[in-house]
């Protein structure tokens, strides 16, 4: 039996868009990985939080660092919420898959937002991050441990979540010229997250 959306998961998230920002963590539980993002670059260097909700934590984070921000994200809701939040930041309505946004940064985010993807989805995605990036950007994404499927109900809603293999990752982010520089299974400082940071070298 079909539980919920699995495709398109942002259709979720316009429904329950309200209800996740009232209820989400309010501590920057990610701050670490951010910092270590900041430590790579310039105060003018510019960054894609794609997925962003309605911008809190991440992309407030880095707006109260004075890092310029693109918002991104697939759910109307959740775009209508961050531009409310943050007024004078820039927002897109995209989804992620799709992105073709003709410029490059200094690093991408899609913290628990990419495995949101179906698994078919998700490899097509390296591409995109670093058609995206700028030599020597960084990605910073969340995933699961092992290939399968989790279903999780948030907001009276059931929420799709999906995973590749760490050896398909790891393969992945080799065959498009990242190399991980943190990787750290079931961070018990970020709510047990899977986190994987990765910079972009073109040979």
């Not at 790579?40 to 809190?56: S, T």
């Not at 927002?91 to 913290?111: P, Q, T």
């Not at 030599?135 to 979540?161: A, D, K, Q």
């Amino acid at each position: 039996m079909e539980k919920g959306e699995r495709k398109n998961v942002y259709k979720v998230y316009n429904k329950i868009g309200r209800w996740f920002a009232e209820n989400r963590y309010a501590d920057s539980v990610e701050k670490a990985y951010l910092n270590d993002i900041l430590l790579h670059f310039p105060q003018d260097a510019k960054i894609l939080d794609l997925g962003c909700g309605d911008g809190k934590p991440i992309l407030e984070y880095f707006i109260n660092q004075g890092i310029n921000v693109l918002g991104v994200d697939a759910s109307e809701q959740m775009i209508e919420l961050a531009k409310i939040n943050f007024p004078s930041t820039r927002f897109m309505l995209k989804d992620m898959r799709e992105l073709d946004l003709g410029e490059k940064f200094n690093a991408i985010i899609a913290w628990h937002s990419f495995f949101h993807l179906p698994a078919d989805d998700q490899p097509n995605m390296f591409d995109i991050f670093k058609r995206h990036l700028k030599p020597s950007g960084i990605l910073l994404f969340t995933s699961g441990t092992e290939r399968g499927e989790v279903w999780g109900m948030n907001g009276g809603e059931n929420l799709f979540h999906a995973s590749l293999a760490t050896a398909e990752y790891q393969a992945l982010l080799q065959s498009n010229q990242f190399e991980v520089l943190r990787h750290k299974i079931n961070d018990p400082d970020c709510g047990g997250a899977n986190v994987w940071m990765a910079q972009y070298k073109p040979r």
